[in-house]
């Protein structure tokens, strides 16, 4: 009923009917309600009782607080100050540093002024670079920075990716997510076709694929060109083969997007580093198995016998079982 037909309704009840009308009402009323709604005041004095206010919309952290609380965070962070004893940071602090991280995470993505969204981006990426480093070296007392967090890292990576795409013009965007995911570590339950398949989600169409395609090459080419440290030797030469593989993997999965395999596979043949041929053959072969590419993968396979090259056993067996069936199995062993 409408307001106007209760009250023509209730004109007509004595008080007694009134008082267990209300008081069976107020029964089955949720507590939440009453107390939203201030029943009890109502209740309590008819008269005085006016609507409440609605609520205003929560305003969002302020970002100059948060970006000096994430930066002097992040600068005792790799100074190891939530490791190592120091007196800057003491003892009982140092492993609230999960907590830290997780509420800083909440408190970016809760930015609302669109013109903090771009230093919001920027904060958020500078806290996803620390627990990348926190990967390779120990600036915290955790196994896993990401799992102690709570935040699987390609998660945390979309979320970086989602700020920036709203406020970088996309060839700058492109790039900086490709050099994210080339020169950023990973933790042991994230692969880079893991943190590729992140990237493609904001690349959804032909012209965005076409320009993360060019921009592989681009920077292919600039670490191509880079020199190596002679103080890392080995380290040096197989973090840049890296780099380089993983912009190879990542131009192959956009010409996939495209349903260009051909032009991926010459793209991968021509800028995939590895002295090895056969774990080159097996990289192609897995990509082409994880995009459901059964003729490329017979294809690619019967090449490389032609070629000299001896697949290992898993890609032996998938062959066989693929020939057998006219599938490709459901694992690659």
């Given at each position: 009923m409408k307001i106007s037909e209760v009250r023509n309704v209730i004109d007509k009840y004595s008080?007694?009917?009134?008082r267990v009308i209300v008081t069976q009402l107020y029964k089955v009323i949720p507590k939440s309600i009453k107390e939203e709604n201030d029943i009890d005041s109502v209740l309590k004095d008819p008269d005085a009782s006016v609507p409440k206010r609605p609520k205003t919309k929560q305003e969002g952290p302020d970002i100059d607080g948060l970006s000096y609380e994430i930066n002097s965070f992040i600068e005792d962070a790799y100074n190891q100050y939530y490791f190592a004893p120091n007196r800057f940071v003491s003892k009982r602090e140092r492993?609230?540093?999960r907590f830290i991280v997780k509420r800083l995470y909440k408190d970016l993505l809760f930015v609302t002024d669109e013109t903090d969204v771009p230093e919001a981006a920027e904060l958020l990426e500078k806290?996803?670079?620390?627990?990348?480093?926190s990967c390779n070296i120990i600036i915290f007392n955790a196994y896993?920075?990401?799992q102690s967090v709570g935040i699987e890292q390609r998660e945390f990576f979309r979320k970086v990716l989602a700020l920036k795409y709203q406020c970088e013009d996309k060839n700058t965007f492109i790039k900086?997510?490709?050099?994210?995911?080339?020169n950023n570590p990973l933790n042991r339950y994230t692969l880079h076709e893991d943190i590729m398949e992140v990237i493609l989600e904001f690349i959804k169409t032909p012209d965005l694929r076409e320009m993360t395609i060019a921009k592989c090459s681009e920077l292919i080419e600039i670490i191509k060109r880079e020199p190596l440290?002679?103080?890392?030797?080995?380290?040096?030469?197989?973090?840049?083969?890296?780099?380089?593989?993983n912009l190879t993997a990542m131009g192959f999965l956009c010409f996939a997007r495209l349903y260009e395999y051909e032009n991926a596979i010459s793209y991968f043949k021509a800028n995939y580093?590895?002295?090895d041929k056969e774990v080159a053959l097996y990289i192609l072969l897995r990509l082409l198995f994880g995009l459901k590419q059964k003729d490329y993968f017979l294809k690619e396979y019967e090449q490389a016998l032609k070629n000299g090259i001896v697949p290992r056993d898993a890609l032996?067996?998938?062959?066989?079982?693929?020939?057998?069936?006219?599938?490709?199995?459901?694992?690659?062993w």
């Amino acid at each position: 009923m409408k307001i106007s037909e209760v009250r023509n309704v209730i004109d007509k009840y004595s008080q007694d009917q009134l008082r267990v009308i209300v008081t069976q009402l107020y029964k089955v009323i949720p507590k939440s309600i009453k107390e939203e709604n201030d029943i009890d005041s109502v209740l309590k004095d008819p008269d005085a009782s006016v609507p409440k206010r609605p609520k205003t919309k929560q305003e969002g952290p302020d970002i100059d607080g948060l970006s000096y609380e994430i930066n002097s965070f992040i600068e005792d962070a790799y100074n190891q100050y939530y490791f190592a004893p120091n007196r800057f940071v003491s003892k009982r602090e140092r492993p609230k540093w999960r907590f830290i991280v997780k509420r800083l995470y909440k408190d970016l993505l809760f930015v609302t002024d669109e013109t903090d969204v771009p230093e919001a981006a920027e904060l958020l990426e500078k806290l996803y670079k620390l627990l990348c480093y926190s990967c390779n070296i120990i600036i915290f007392n955790a196994y896993d920075s990401f799992q102690s967090v709570g935040i699987e890292q390609r998660e945390f990576f979309r979320k970086v990716l989602a700020l920036k795409y709203q406020c970088e013009d996309k060839n700058t965007f492109i790039k900086n997510a490709l050099l994210s995911m080339a020169n950023n570590p990973l933790n042991r339950y994230t692969l880079h076709e893991d943190i590729m398949e992140v990237i493609l989600e904001f690349i959804k169409t032909p012209d965005l694929r076409e320009m993360t395609i060019a921009k592989c090459s681009e920077l292919i080419e600039i670490i191509k060109r880079e020199p190596l440290s002679k103080k890392d030797g080995h380290r040096s030469v197989y973090e840049k083969e890296e780099k380089l593989n993983n912009l190879t993997a990542m131009g192959f999965l956009c010409f996939a997007r495209l349903y260009e395999y051909e032009n991926a596979i010459s793209y991968f043949k021509a800028n995939y580093c590895k002295d090895d041929k056969e774990v080159a053959l097996y990289i192609l072969l897995r990509l082409l198995f994880g995009l459901k590419q059964k003729d490329y993968f017979l294809k690619e396979y019967e090449q490389a016998l032609k070629n000299g090259i001896v697949p290992r056993d898993a890609l032996k067996k998938v062959y066989r079982l693929t020939k057998e069936t006219g599938e490709l199995p459901e694992n690659l062993w």
